[in-house]
């Protein structure tokens, strides 16, 4: 390998009591279809890009749209600097969502989308708790980040339960929140 070429992450394959966690490929392409082009969803994403930084209208409209999103994570997991798992639940085979980073390093952020009639089960809790022993596995040092607008609750009650706490430090309307 040249200097300077990135390194390709190792998305490795988790599992927990409910999930399987696993790297985020076109096989999710329906699941991520019908997250994307879900109104709940999508209510506290931000803008949404494909890799080469074009806006991708939200919800999603077509699968084609919610496509450009798996490419962008595994072109992300392929340069080295983030990645998403699928959430799939281990009882039906069933995608249910996607967690993972949007960076890794000295700073690692994590970010999470579920499908709405998977809410209030705690499967975000459960996926996120292996999220966040995956990464500390792999960087001990690392300060976990989540950004969350102060009106998704639902995102701040997770986010909460997993450790982290309020900085009071805003990013586009979104506040970062630290663990430890
Ligand atoms: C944020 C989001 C991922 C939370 O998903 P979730 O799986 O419902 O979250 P949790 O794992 O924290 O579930 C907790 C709820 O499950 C309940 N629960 C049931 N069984 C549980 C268990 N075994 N363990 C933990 N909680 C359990 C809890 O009591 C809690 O209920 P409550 O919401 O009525 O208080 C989901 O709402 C979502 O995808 N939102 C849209 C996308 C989004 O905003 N992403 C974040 C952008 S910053």
């Known amino acids: 390998m040249t200097e300077g070429e990135p390194t390709p992450l190792l998305v490795e394959d988790i599992q927990t009591e409910r999930l399987t966690l696993t790297a985020l490929s076109l ?6 279809y019908r997250l994307w082009s879900h109104p709940d969803v999508v209510r506290y ?10 806006e991708i209208a939200m919800p999603a409209s077509a699968p084609a749209e919610s496509d450009k999103i798996i490419d962008f994570w595994r072109r992300a997991a392929a ?3 983030g990645f998403r798992w699928a959430v799939v639940e281990r009882a039906s085979n069933a995608f249910v969502g996607h967690i993972g980073f949007n960076s890794l390093g000295a700073n690692s952020e994590i ?6 009639d998977h809410w209030g089960k705690g499967i975000m809790s459960e996926a996120g708790r292996a999220a966040i022993d995956w990464v500390l596995i792999n960087n001990p040092d690392t300060v976990l980040e989540a950004f969350i607008e102060d009106a998704n609750a639902g995102s701040i009650a997770l986010i909460t339960r997993l450790g982290f706490k309020a900085t009071g430090t805003f990013n586009e309307g979104a506040q970062c929140y630290r663990r430890p």
């Open 111 to 116: 970010a999470y989308h579920l499908s709405p």
């Open 79 to 81: 340069d080295g600097w």
């Open 45 to 54: 994403s931000g803008k949404v890009t494909d890799y080469d930084r074009t």
């Open 27 to 32: 096989s999710h392409s329906a699941g991520m």
